[in-house]
């Protein structure tokens, strides 16, 4: 340190020293409490701020999913937040990234129903955000209503890594249809899928929008010689599988004009929960929710208007973020100053508020306790010094009263060693003149002894 860095030093430390009559020991262990207290708050202040990145694991490229994806990036990005988007398998993919710590993702699309077997422990849900019907197209002659139909058939239930694998392997499970048996499972998907359907290479295909595009379900709807499974026992899954929905397809509502479907179609639907890791900055929090208002509140073919994102628990509790956004909106400085903004004032308020409140009572408490400190060390002598008086009545012998001079002498020495502060200075002063009073008492008793 310069030879001015140590004089200023110094000069502080005796201003401090000389203000409240503190050692300079103890000066130095106040200031340096308060030094940490300080960059703490300033630490953490910088430590909550929300990240200006974060990372979505989507679904495949072309899929509903990685297209929906797209719109929480724009509309992320009108408040600064750049969303980085990883094409995935789908849905059981997803969940695996979220799951492993090593992996950089911070939020996802997840189907309901694939956390069996899985640790979740760190996982939250910010709610559903949409149903995610499953569509099961067939070319067989006759309507297939049950799904045991399709024993002995070639079915394309998608590639691992798909909630629409997942999903029907666990539908054909509960209708006898196990891998290995007599019926073939294929591996296509989405387009491809749709394809071998086409071109007589499947006789049915499970699709849902973990891995096929609303397109590439339109053009099997018009394609000649394709049907669509109705599920009969649509009410029976629903209460036997707890993470489904019963759905309905209207007639005529994909084509008024050839009236497709010529019939109601009855389907299931598990829905798809936007899932985060349980460190997500309640700040994207409530963004990534005002976000999923805008892109999934609509009205649509299978929900009504305001119907989603709603704090539907299944596997996945929902956070205490997302608890409070549906139950009070967005915090008061989000609705009303653009995100930044808002987010310096709220950590501004968590941090450096309590932190004053609990500093200024503080600071209005030193004086008080200063106070307390100098007059108790200064009645500390005025107790000795009464007591002295006292004994200088009372005494007769010479070589008592030169004992209590003595004893006088060492009061004065130890109180001539005081730091006293300046405000103090009347007592001090006043403690000096006492003890000179009882030093004078004591000479009047021994002269006229």
């Known amino acids: 340190m310069s030879t001015d860095g140590k004089t200023g030093f110094n000069k502080i430390m005796s201003m401090f020293v000389d203000y409240f009559g503190m050692g300079r020991t103890a000066s130095i262990a106040g200031m340096i409490l308060v030094t940490l207290v300080i960059i703490f708050a300033c630490f953490w202040f910088f430590h909550t701020a929300p990240p200006k990145t974060i990372t979505m694991t989507s679904g495949e490229k072309g899929s509903a999913y990685y297209s929906v994806a797209g719109k929480y990036a724009k509309i992320l990005a009108r408040d600064g937040v750049k969303l980085v988007i990883l094409p995935s398998a789908g849905s059981a993919e997803n969940l695996q990234r979220l799951v492993d710590p090593a992996f950089k993702v911070d939020i996802g699309f997840v189907q309901a129903g694939l956390a069996k077997g899985q640790n979740i422990d760190k996982l939250v849900s910010l709610g559903s955000v949409s149903y995610q019907p499953l569509l099961v197209f067939h070319r067989l002659p006759q309507p297939v209503e049950v799904l045991s139909q399709l024993t002995g058939k070639r079915i394309a239930i998608g590639q691992e890594g798909t909630g629409t694998r997942k999903l029907a392997l666990s539908l054909l499970s509960v209708n006898g ?13 989405g387009e491809e899928a749709a394809a071998a359907l086409v071109a007589g290479k499947a006789d049915a295909i499970f699709l849902t929008a973990d891995s096929a595009s609303s397109q590439t379900m339109r053009t099997l709807f018009r394609a000649p010689g394709v049907g669509l499974v ?13 993470y489904l929905n ?5 007639k005529g509502a994909m084509e008024f004009g050839n009236n497709v479907p010529a019939q109601d179609v009855t389907l299931v639907s598990p829905t798809v929960e936007l899932i985060a890791r349980d460190n997500l900055h309640p700040a994207l929090s409530d963004l990534l929710l005002a976000a999923a208002i805008e ?5 649509a073919l299978f929900q009504n208007r305001g119907d989603f994102p709603a704090p539907l628990e299944n596997e996945f509790k929902i956070s205490d973020d997302a608890k409070r956004f549906y139950k009070s909106g967005k915090s008061f400085f989000y609705r009303y100053l653009p995100f930044w903004m808002a987010s310096l004032i709220n950590r501004i308020l ?3 508020v309590p932190l004053i409140i609990i500093l200024i009572p503080g600071m209005k408490s030193i004086p008080a306790l200063f106070r307390w400190r100098m007059q108790l060390r200064i009645n500390r002598w005025y107790r000795l010094l009464l007591l002295v008086e006292q004994n200088t009545i009372k005494q007769e012998k010479i070589e008592n009263q030169d004992w209590l ?4 002498d060492e009061i004065e020495s130890e109180v001539n060693k005081m730091k006293v502060p300046a405000s103090y200075g009347e007592q001090f002063y006043m403690l000096r003149t006492h003890i000179n009073f009882v030093r004078n008492k004591l000479q009047t008793a021994k002269s006229n002894r």
């Open 177 to 189: 249809i196990e891998p290995g048996g007599a019926t073939t499972l294929l591996d296509a998907e």
């Open 230 to 242: 109705n599920f009969a026992q649509a009410d029976a899954y629903v209460r036997r599988i707890g």
């Open 350 to 352: 968590v941090v450096f």
């Open 246 to 250: 019963k759905l309905t397809i209207p």
């Open 405 to 408: 001079n003595q004893r006088l």
């Open 295 to 299: 892109i999934h509140g609509r009205a």
